[in-house]
């Protein structure tokens, strides 16, 4: 046994000790399956697709629950903006599949530090609203200058994190008054980590900044998997954003969810042991290889492989 093997399975087995303490009160009943979470896909595998294609994959896979990205083929589709015609096309379009939209990234494609970055997100907000969805997903401040060798200098990194808090404090604020939950994922930076995820909620408290998980990312750029300090944060993770992940930190490698090395199971009985009841998303199925360039048909089977994986696994843990 190498010693990145003997770190993981320290970790796993520090996690699954705390699970099941977390869990084992709730296992004592049946399940019912279906009745305590909601599972959704993304339109992401498909963006280089019309978004009608995307929901027809999505709907023959299984799914009820759908995550619009805001482009697809290259034009934008779900953005704050677009014509009042447009955006109820997209609604007819989600009603017509038997989709429920559920969650949406936001704040992607905002330069936090411009002068119309709060306005530009507030908008995406209000467009959530429109459309009937409470909780989006987010990202903070990109921590390398090369990924994943050179880290930003110190004090620049800083500078950009209190420029970003800046920022966001007042959009936190906005949701509040909308009801809408920002729900921030791990994606380097400020929330590289379940700690580090922690240490956000502390410095802004609201019951409206809370964590989107996502264990692949964790894997891919901390190369940390399981993290030891979910089951502490689990209590504040809103939703889930599934992708797996394989090989080392770094790899560019994100197989159908089962294929990786992700432990999904143990990641749902931490979580559902904190009572979560958040959007699930499945969010990547191309592997090695270059989403934009898969058949679709190929996308559709991932995205069905990927539900027959995860269902059992909820249906578990779940509990109304």
């Known amino acids: 046994m190498n010693d990145t093997t003997h770190i993981n399975s320290s970790r796993r087995d520090f996690l699954r000790g705390a699970a099941g303490v977390a869990t084992a009160a709730a296992l004592s009943t049946p399940a019912r399956a279906g009745a305590a979470y909601q599972l959704g896909c993304q339109t992401l595998p498909y963006r280089a697709l019309p978004m009608a294609r995307a929901l027809e994959g999505i709907q023959k896979a299984g799914y009820k629950y759908v995550m619009p ?28 599949a038997g989709l429920t939209p559920f969650c949406r990234f936001a704040g992607f494609s905002v330069e936090y530090n411009t002068p ?48 970003y808090f800046a920022f966001l404090e007042p959009v936190v604020k906005y949701a509040e008054t909308i009801g809408v939950t920002i729900a921030m994922k791990p994606h ?38 399981p993290d030891p300090d979910l089951p502490d944060l689990a209590p504040d993770v809103k939703a889930v954003c599934i992708k797996d992940h394989k ?74």
Request: glycine share 10%; aromatic share 10%.
């Open 247 to 320: 090989g080392l930190r770094g790899d560019a490698n994100f197989p159908v969810p089962g294929a990786g090395q992700v432990d999904h199971d143990l990641m749902f009985r931490v979580l559902f042991g904190a009572k979560f009841r958040g959007p699930i998303a499945v969010e990547r199925v191309d592997g090695t290889g270059d989403a934009e360039k898969m058949p679709a048909e190929l996308i559709d089977e991932r995205l069905t492989a990927a539900r027959s994986f995860l269902v059992p696994i909820l249906d578990k843990y779940a509990r109304a």
């Open 116 to 163: 119309k970055a709060g306005e530009i997100f507030r908008k995406e907000l209000d467009l959530c609203v429109e459309f009937g969805i409470r909780t989006v997903v987010g990202i903070g401040p990109w921590s390398y200058d090369k990924f994943p060798t050179v880290p930003k200098r110190a004090r620049d990194w800083d500078k950009e994190v209190a420029a």
């Open 69 to 96: 990205h805001y482009t697809h083929a290259g034009k934008d589709v779900f953005t704050p903006g677009l014509p009042a015609g447009e955006l109820e096309g997209l609604k007819r379009m989600f009603s017509d």
């Open 188 to 225: 380097t930076g400020i929330t590289a980590t379940a700690r580090a995820c922690m240490q956000v909620l502390k410095r802004i408290p609201s019951e409206r900044l809370k964590i989107c998980w996502d264990a692949g990312n964790v894997s891919f750029y901390e190369g940390i998997q």
